[in-house]
């Protein structure tokens, strides 16, 4: 049976072969993963299988670099490297400061 992420073999139209350039948040998603590698926090088949077990819905609402960082996020958080709370923290000061001042 296939998975909501297998999508080989699946019609998928013409390919867009130009390269845009990347984002900050895709450039930031890519190096923390690489980071999180190379100093063996996490494998890339960890990180696989934490991003094809995040469900069909969020799997398909989100973009590639979101599930990545998903994927970082909740592995952390099962190996006991940061806690949910923390986590919960810093996204409410990320928004805190991301938000325009009147």
């Not at 592995?75 to 400061?97: F, M, P, Q, Y």
Request: no cysteine.
């Amino acid at each position: 049976m296939r998975s909501y992420h297998d999508l080989g073999g699946l019609p998928a139209g013409p390919v867009d072969r130009e390269e845009p350039p990347l984002t900050l948040f895709e450039k930031h998603s890519d190096a923390l993963l690489t980071l999180l590698w190379r100093k063996k926090v996490l494998t890339i088949d960890e990180n696989r299988r934490a991003v094809e077990t995040l469900g069909a819905e969020v799997y398909e609402s989100v973009s590639y670099d979101e599930r990545r960082v998903m994927a970082i996020a909740n592995n952390l958080i099962l190996k006991g490297i940061i806690a949910v709370d923390e986590l919960a923290a810093k996204l409410v000061e990320i928004e805190r400061r991301a938000a325009p001042r009147a």
